[in-house]
Nanobody
Framework: QLQLVESGGGLVQPGGSLRLSCTAS????????IGWFRQAPGKEREGVSC????????NYTDSVKGRFTIFRDDAKNTVYLQMNSLKPEDTAVYYC?????????????????WGQGTQVTVSS
């Protein structure tokens, strides 16, 4: 069974950091582009960051540029999202998802295998 599992969420104060992990089971991640998405209460899901499979090129939504970093460790079958300088508006459920390398992954479309999500809460 193909599955993605997110971990690393939690409660953090504004200005703090978290590192989210996205680990695959049942398949290897190195073939796929991987994206991180988030959904806050009452809001639509949005793409946060994504990384290609072939050259690790990346894309970020404007609101997280300079604060978040996506990177992959194919040996561990894991993609990470390092989140620094967190703000209350970053509070959301964060999901990772996989897309075929030929898809428009960099536009946050074409993702068809999703994890169950991990809660990130930024609050004092």
């Amino acid at each position: 069974q193909l599955q993605l599992v997110e971990s690393g969420g939690g409660l953090v104060q504004p200005g703090g950091s978290l590192r989210l992990s996205c680990t695959a089971s049942g398949f290897t991640l190195d073939y796929y582009a991987i994206g991180w998405f988030r959904q806050a209460p009452g809001k639509e899901r949005e793409g946060v960051s994504c990384i290609s499979s072939y050259d690790s090129s990346t894309n970020y939504t404007d609101s997280v540029k300079g604060r978040f970093t996506i990177f992959r460790d194919d040996a561990k079958n894991t993609v990470y999202l390092q989140m620094n300088s967190l703000k209350p508006e970053d509070t959301a459920v964060y999901y990772c998802a996989a897309a075929e390398p030929w898809s428009s992954w960099y536009l946050f479309v074409g993702y068809d295998c999703w994890g169950q999500g991990t809660q990130v809460t930024v609050s004092s």
